[in-house]
């Protein structure tokens, strides 16, 4: 099995448990350049929030959009806009990327700029 579709497993899987909780869903993706976040419905048709490297108010902030410092601006921005639209507790879907380097970043800033999960 290949890289791609090992992740695409672990995804599935980690879909599946989140459902059930019924909970609104912080996704994300990234790739070698950019990360992008959003705040999904709890039934997954809409976007309450999203934020990104390719954002131009967090591309001018960060010198790099690939590190681990931009990932933390997209957390922040991403709870910030989430807070605004009413959303605290959110069910985080690492879209199968393991939970270190800049998705933990990400998801740390988010914690320290309000949302919960």
Do not use: P, W
């Not at 350049?33 to 929030?49: N, W």
């Amino acid at each position: 099995m290949d890289k791609k579709a090992s992740r695409l497993k672990r995804a599935l899987k980690l879909r599946c448990k989140i459902k059930s909780t019924g909970a609104n869903r912080l996704t994300i993706h990234k790739s070698s350049q950019h990360i992008y976040a959003q705040v999904l419905s709890q039934d997954g048709k809409s976007t309450i929030a999203s934020a990104s490297t390719t954002h131009n108010t967090i591309k001018s902030t960060v010198k790099n959009t690939g590190n681990k410092e931009a990932a933390a601006e997209v957390g922040k921005q991403i709870a910030l806009k989430a807070i605004e639209a009413g959303v605290t507790v959110v069910a985080f879907d690492r879209s199968g990327f393991k939970y270190h380097g800049r998705v933990k970043a990400l998801a740390d800033a988010a914690r320290a700029a309000g949302l919960q999960f």
